[in-house]
């Protein structure tokens, strides 16, 4: 890559997602892997199925080596403009109210955790009494 990078929108990046042309954006450079894809150790699907998104985090996930990182920079076409990249929104569960399925106060459960093991431990020692008085 010379001094001037070129710059790509992840719609130009997204056109080139076949097995004899094959791009990727991860961390905000543009790579052709093409000729990469017999060689890549996980196989070319997995680099097809990262083109037309920011395949940044799946690259990460991997863990690749250091050997891997230097080796991308052959391949290296240009970077991409970061205001096509589509924001990444995080997933909140929509708020739910507390919801009782069997509509048993919440009051007469803490006192049957309360009564059912003393009544259990009564009946342990009525039956240990009754048992040694016959």
């Keep these: 890559m010379g001094d001037e990078a070129k710059i790509f929108t992840l719609s130009q990046v997204s056109e080139h997602n076949q097995a004899h042309d094959c791009w990727i954006v991860i961390n905000g450079k543009v790579y052709d892997v093409t ?12 680099l097809l199925s990262s083109t037309g998104k920011d395949a940044t985090d799946d690259f990460e996930d991997v863990g690749h080596s250091e050997s891997a990182r230097e080796m991308m920079e052959q391949y290296c076409v240009g970077e991409i403009d970061p205001t096509t990249i589509p ?11 507390h919801y009782n399925q069997d509509k ?6 803490k006192i049957l955790q309360f009564l059912v ?3 259990i431990l009564g009946l342990a020692v009525g039956i240990r009494i009754y048992t040694k008085s016959a």
Excluded: C, M, N, R
Excluded at 35 to 46: A, I, M, N, S, T
Excluded at 104 to 109: G, K
């Design 87 to 97: 924001k990444k929104t995080k997933y909140t569960p929509p708020k739910q109210p």
């Design 35 to 46: 000729k990469f894809l017999e060689d890549h150790p996980g196989g070319d699907e997995v």
């Design 117 to 119: 093991p003393l009544a």
């Design 104 to 109: 048993t106060s919440e009051f007469i459960i």
